[in-house]
């Protein structure tokens, strides 16, 4: 089932889909602007495409873009345009929101500009139909959660993601062994299992080795095997992790700590493909895909001597893939936030507690959906909310997330853990389906996780700024201006509400900040791509 | 933009849009009644919103007179809507008979597709 909001004038499309697209749940219709932003305030993070129509023949007072009411071609623009003046609000709070447009691309009436991404889609008139717009929404829906999310893998829809996404798909299918870069808790192990080895198309074992974890003398048997008395206590042959996983994908974690003994022999086996056991004179010919991870600087370590050249060299350095840390990543935090407590919940504990509550005020077989703002929201039938008010959210938002997603993931458990066990003392409430998670809660959590709170800065930005001389000083003074505001650019993810909240105190000047940025001529969709 | 073209896209996007809609969302494999139905939103109901309904006939007297002489897709959309009225009391009781929702459903589509070409031509020569 997919959520859709239908941004119409007219309450047909709306009842057209009710009756022949049954399986989605629909909201709206909203037929100006003004309720279309109530409505994704209300369901933003919860929709999954948004059905948006061109023409909207309503009130002067809610059209939004028109300049002189009593001007009779004024009003017809703006009625005319009107969906893609929405379509333009819109993109400002949900950039990467999948829109269908219902009309055909070549009769719009303006052009779109930045807004005409792929995320927007178009359904030509003479294809608006049950079958077609099924299809269309079907397809949207697929390859966003697709795209999100994969197993226990969360991808997002950040561009430096999907890059990653796409690079590690096509070297996967390679034989070249791959390094995955990136901070600790960046997701590196589940990476290598859960996509590069189901990727790789081999039919053999993913086998995985802990380097930090095995002591150094025992690197060389663990990965390569060993004979019977080949060292003190060898009582019979043994295979060693390359071995195991011939035909299929080994993933040597923290590769840093290879000892240089263990460097050399695993040269030989990238060089040959072939592995002679400890002790042992027969080589046996593996097939292995290999793929090795560090949060170290490898080239650094090869420059202090710890790291063989040669050995980085067959790695395949040159297309190393660096995860990014969590806070680089351009999150939706509230779907990742879905995502990691429906996982959390697998867990046999937390999924009692709940199942207890659920009991306890007789909502049995509820499932549980995040919601975030300070109202409590609309009741869902069968839907147990949980609600992160803005302060909550803030603190998320904020925390700089040091451990990644392995601490992002602990957090979200251990809020769940103590909010439901809080629930489970209070008896019966007024709002059963709605469980706050405390912002003093979080707080306590990241603080304890991390020590230092938010990063929020005090006394506003401070940025680093280069002065250049130019012809005019009012050429100087918008190079500074441009410099400071691509870094508060890439300091908010791109997200012009946050920039208007901290130049303005107000997320609804979004598009005057927007609007400055088109005045110093930075290319809003060329910054977006480097996020 | 000419006063025709912008003329042309009003009666392209009120009336030829929505004049097919709901028959496109019914299957030709549908009760003859569903058919019937869909054929009495989109020629009775044709714009409807919070401001009341406006039918397809009362629209196309709106929409018609700034598009005076501006080409022979007018008199498709004059003769389709003129066969379409002979109806209008069947379509208002819902009596059509089969082939009655056929030569109608046939006169929609002819509505739409005549103003979707007049506006496209238009946009061409402007």
């Not at chain 1, 509400?497 to 290319?523: H, Y």
Request: aromatic share 6%; charged share 25%.
């Amino acid at each position: 089932m997919a959520h859709v909001l239908v941004i119409d004038d007219q309450d047909r499309t709306l009842g057209l889909c009710q009756r022949s697209i049954p399986e989605h749940s629909y909201h709206g219709p909203a037929r100006s602007w003004a309720e279309a932003h109530r409505m994704l305030r209300r369901y933003g993070k919860r929709l999954d495409v948004v059905l948006l129509d061109i023409n909207f023949d309503i009130e002067p007072e809610d059209l939004i873009g028109l300049v002189d009411p009593s001007n009779a071609a004024d009003l017809r623009k703006a009625k005319r345009t009107q969906g893609v003046l929405i379509l333009e609000k819109l993109r400002l709070g949900h950039p990467d929101l999948p829109v269908i447009l219902m009309t055909a691309r070549d009769d719009l009436p303006i052009e779109l500009g930045d807004a005409a991404e792929e995320f927007t889609h178009f359904l030509e008139d003479d294809d608006l139909d049950a079958n077609a717009l099924r299809a269309q929404i079907a397809n949207i829906v697929r390859v966003r959660r697709g795209k999100e999310q994969e197993g226990p893998i969360y991808w997002g829809n950040s561009i430096a993601m999907r890059r990653v996404r796409g690079l590690l798909q096509t070297l996967a299918k390679g034989r070249l062994p791959i390094i995955l870069g990136g901070p600790t808790g960046s997701g590196k192990s589940l990476i290598a299992r859960h996509f590069v080895h189901p990727n790789s198309q081999r039919s053999g074992s993913f086998v995985t080795v802990d380097l930090s974890t095995l002591p150094e003398n025992l690197m060389a048997t663990h990965l390569f095997g060993s004979v019977k008395g080949a060292y003190t206590g060898s009582v019979a042959d043994r295979k060693g992790a390359f071995e195991e996983a011939d035909g299929g994908t080994l993933f040597l974690d923290e590769v840093g700590n290879l000892s240089l003994g263990a460097q050399k022999m695993l040269l030989t086996v990238l060089q040959e493909g072939i592995v002679t056991r400890v002790g042992d004179v027969r080589e046996r010919r593996v097939d292995v895909k290999l793929v090795v991870a560090t949060n170290e600087d490898l080239r650094a370590m090869v420059r202090e001597g710890t790291f063989r050249a040669d050995l980085l060299m067959r790695l395949n350095p040159a297309c190393t893939v660096t995860l990014p840390s969590l806070t680089d990543r351009g999150l939706d935090w509230v779907k990742l936030l879905g995502f990691c407590v429906e996982r959390v919940l697998a867990g046999p504990y937390l999924r009692e507690l709940v199942t207890q509550y659920t009991q306890a005020q007789g909502m049995p077989h509820c499932t549980l959906e995040i919601s975030d703002g300070n109202k409590a929201p609309e009741p869902i039938p069968g839907v147990i909310q949980l609600l992160f008010p803005k302060r909550s959210m803030a603190l998320i938002r904020k925390h700089n997330w040091p451990g990644n997603l392995r601490e992002f993931s602990m957090t979200v458990e251990n809020a769940l853990l103590f909010t439901f066990a809080e629930q489970a003392q209070v008896g019966k409430v007024e709002r059963p389906d709605v469980i706050q998670v405390r912002p003093r809660l979080l707080r306590d959590l990241l603080r304890e996780s991390s020590g230092d709170g938010t990063q929020t800065p005090e006394n506003g930005w401070q940025v680093q700024i280069a002065v250049r001389p130019n012809e005019t000083l009012n050429k100087v003074a918008a190079d500074v201006e441009s410099q400071y505001f691509t870094q508060l650019f890439f300091a908010h993810k791109g997200d012009f509400q946050e920039m208007a909240r901290v130049l303005m105190g107000d997320p609804d000047c979004a598009r005057k900040v927007q609007l400055r940025f088109n005045q110093l001529g930075l290319k809003v969709r060329e910054l977006r791509s480097r996020l | 933009m000419s006063a025709h073209l912008e003329a042309a896209q009003d009666a392209r996007h009120d009336l030829g849009k929505y004049i097919c809609m709901n028959q496109r969302w019914v299957s030709d494999q549908s009760d003859l009644s569903e058919r019937v139905g869909a054929l009495q939103a989109d020629l009775l109901r044709t714009q409807s919103g919070p401001g009341g309904t406006v039918d397809a006939f009362a629209l196309w007297a709106q929409l018609r007179p700034p598009l005076e002489g501006v080409g022979p897709e007018l008199i498709e959309v004059d003769a389709s809507l003129s066969r379409l009225e002979s109806y209008r009391e069947d379509i208002t009781q819902g009596t059509l008979n089969e082939a009655q929702v056929a030569a109608c459903t046939a006169d929609c589509k002819v509505i739409a597709d005549a103003l979707k070409r007049l506006t496209r031509r238009l946009q061409k020569e402007s």
